[in-house]
């Protein structure tokens, strides 16, 4: 699986149970979650589970930080490393 294809599952996912939109457009993949408000703490663990179950992983409580989940960029670069 490529990075480009985890950032394009990543973005459906926020986009489509989220945001509730469905232009792409509305977010960008460096764009910050917290930051731009496109995301509370509610999301995030949302999100979390979605990953968890969509790629097989599991993300520690020490992993729930900004470098790995805070945009599309840095979820897609986590998810590659969790899973090879």
Known sequence: M???QIQQTVKKFILENIL???NEDVIKNDDSFLQKGIMD??????????????????????ELIPENLDSVDNLAKFIKGKTG
């Open 20 to 22: 509730f939109e469905d």
């Open 41 to 62: 703490s509610t999301g995030v663990l949302e999100l979390v589970r979605f990953i968890e179950e969509e790629y097989k992983i599991s993300v520690d409580d020490e």
């Open 2 to 4: 490529t990075t480009g």
